[in-house]
Structure formats: structure tokens, C-alpha cells
């Protein structure tokens, strides 16, 4: 049983637009959530965390929570091509990190 | 602040030959993750170390799958021996406690022939 699901896209969005990306989880007692940034041939590279039901925003990077939905959102605006990359979502569940398999973002010139 | 680091890199290895790998976490991180990533899937969590103790490594295969994390500090991977689908990348991780946000090292790129 997959805990993480996204789509794995690929997504492709023109330069500038907003680039959405979602994830949902299984498990209710999930705890924190986390996007990660993986370029390709790269180590993952944490972007934000988001404990709380709401939006947090860092720059020009909106992580969405809805709990009772079991669903997270990350937004990326004014997207760059330099944001061309896998987006993983990952849900700390008893200490625990799982990961989605990714969701591959393109940005166009 | 120096990040995760592993070595080798890379390493290309014949099936059934043994192969270990090498993570130093950040410092004061007392938790260390081993993870394996295959071409196209997120990373599948193989053994979690607090300080030198297992937290949890029920997707070892340790049949053929070692680590160990002495004096909670470094920690090294082994396979013996190594399959085809062994094949990935190799990704270790470290966060401070078990439930903050974990820092990658760049992994290591495993190939078995």
C-alpha cells in the first residue's frame, strides 16, 4: 500500500506561469510534510516543510496542507527554468520519512 | 556548515562481488537514514539509525544488506552479494532528532553488471 501518492507527469508549465504540484497521503496520523527538489542526476534538496493546516509561503514557493482532504500542495509562481526538476513529495509518519516517486517539472522559455 | 557526505560516487561493480559504501552525517545529527533510489521512483527508506542503534530496518534485505553506524557518528552500507537489481542510487540522510526535516548527502551511483 502506496503511502505517498503524486503524478508523475510529466508537467510542463511556460516560463512565468504558476507550476502546481500535489501529493496525497494515506495515513491520517501523517505528521509533517516536506518538498523535496531533485535535479536530475542529484541528491534531493529540501525546498519547505509545512506542519499546519494552511498555506506557508518561502519566496516564490507555496506549500498548501489540508489534513481532512490528506492532501499537500506545493505552488511554484513566476517559475524559472532553473526550476526544471523532480518534485518529491515526503510524509513523516512514527518517525519515518516516506517518499512519493515524483512529479517531473518542465518550464519552458 | 559541511553537509552529508558519502563515497565512492559512483561504483560499477559484477553481480555477486561485494561493495560498501561510506556516509559521514552532518554534525550533531543523531539521526542517519540509509535510502535506495531506483531510475524513476522516490527514494525507499532501508535502514534508520538513531545515534548506533536501529530505529528501524524492515526493508533491509539482510540476506545480503549490512550497516552499521559506530559510535553514532559515521556509517557504512554493505551488499554481499550484490544482484542486478541492486542497481541505484545509493542516498544517505541525516536529520538532528527522528522528526525534523532530513539533509541528503549526493549519494552514491551503484551499478551492478
Known amino acids: 500500500q502506496k503511502e505517498v501518492e503524486q503524478n508523475s507527469g510529466p508537467l510542463s508549465v511556460p516560463e512565468g506561469a504558476i507550476a502546481s504540484l500535489n501529493c496525497t497521503y494515506s495515513?491520517?496520523?501523517?505528521?509533517?510534510f516536506f518538498w523535496y527538489r531533485q535535479y536530475s542526476g542529484k541528491s534531493p534538496e529540501l525546498i519547505m516543510f509545512i506542519y499546519s493546516n494552511g498555506d506557508k509561503e518561502d519566496g516564490r514557493f507555496t506549500a498548501q496542507l489540508n489534513k481532512a482532504s490528506q492532501y499537500v500542495s506545493l505552488l511554484i509562481r513566476d517559475s524559472q527554468p532553473s526550476d526544471s526538476a523532480t518534485y518529491l513529495c515526503a510524509v513523516l509518519l512514527s518517525n519515518q520519512f516516506y517518499f512519493g516517486t515524483g512529479t517531473s517539472l518542465t518550464v519552458i522559455p | 556548515e559541511a553537509g552529508v557526505a558519502q563515497s565512492p560516487r559512483y561504483k560499477i561493480i559484477e553481480k555477486r562481488q561485494s561493495v560498501a559504501f561510506w556516509c559521514n552525517p552532518i554534525s550533531g545529527h543523531a539521526t542517519l537514514y540509509w535510502y535506495q533510489q531506483i531510475l524513476g521512483q522516490g527514494p525507499k527508506l532501508l535502514i534508520q539509525?538513531?545515534?548506533?542503534?536501529?530505529?528501524?530496518d524492515s526493508q533491509l534485505p539482510k540476506d545480503r544488506f549490512s550497516a552499521e553506524r559506530l559510535k553514532g557518528v559515521d556509517s557504512t552500507l554493505k551488499i554481499q552479494p550484490a544482484k542486478l537489481e541492486d542497481s541505484a542510487v545509493y542516498l544517505c540522510?541525516?536529520?538532528?532528532?527522528?522528526?525534523?526535516?532530513?539533509?541528503f548527502g549526493q549519494g552514491t551511483r551503484l551499478t551492478v553488471v
Open positions: 539509525f538513531q545515534n548506533n542503534g536501529v530505529v528501524d
Open positions: 540522510a541525516s536529520s538532528l532528532i527522528s522528526a525534523t526535516e532530513a539533509f
Open positions: 495515513d491520517r496520523g501523517s505528521q509533517s
